[in-house]
């Protein structure tokens, strides 16, 4: 949340919407714990795991329960110091039919967990 152009709290709410009629009702489903140690800056769904992945400027790939977003396991950039990831995807892998996490960075690199 950015609060006087600084990000606060580097939590994932994760919402139920209801459709009513001429609106959407919106409820707060579950709300993780500050778990990254910089701010989150990108989410995607993957539909095949039903999991939410989340990086952040600190480096690393949270992957999440899509039911309450607790964090089922944490990517970490392999060695050296991490840079900011800014971006983020799930892939079908190059190794054959398993998945692939791709992030951008904040240097230019692209990093690839498979």
């Keep these: 949340v950015a609060q006087g152009n600084v990000i606060r709290g580097h939590s994932v709410r994760?919402?139920?919407?209801?459709?009513?009629?001429?609106?959407?009702?919106?409820?707060l489903a579950a709300q993780t714990s500050d778990d990254h140690a910089g701010p989150i800056?990108?989410?995607?769904?993957?539909f095949d795991t039903d999991a939410i992945y989340t990086c952040?400027?600190?480096g690393t790939v949270k992957v999440r329960s899509v039911e309450d977003g607790t964090c089922l396991e944490t990517l970490a950039?392999?060695?050296?110091e991490a840079p900011m990831l800014l971006s983020l995807g799930v892939v079908g892998s190059l190794a054959g039919n398993s998945k692939a996490v791709v992030a951008g960075a904040e240097d230019g690199n692209v990093i690839v967990w498979d």
């Design 14 to 27: 994760i919402w139920t919407l209801t459709p009513e009629s001429n609106s959407v009702r919106c409820e």
């Design 41 to 46: 800056r990108d989410i995607c769904y993957d």
């Design 56 to 58: 952040s400027n600190d």
């Design 77 to 80: 950039f392999p060695t050296g």
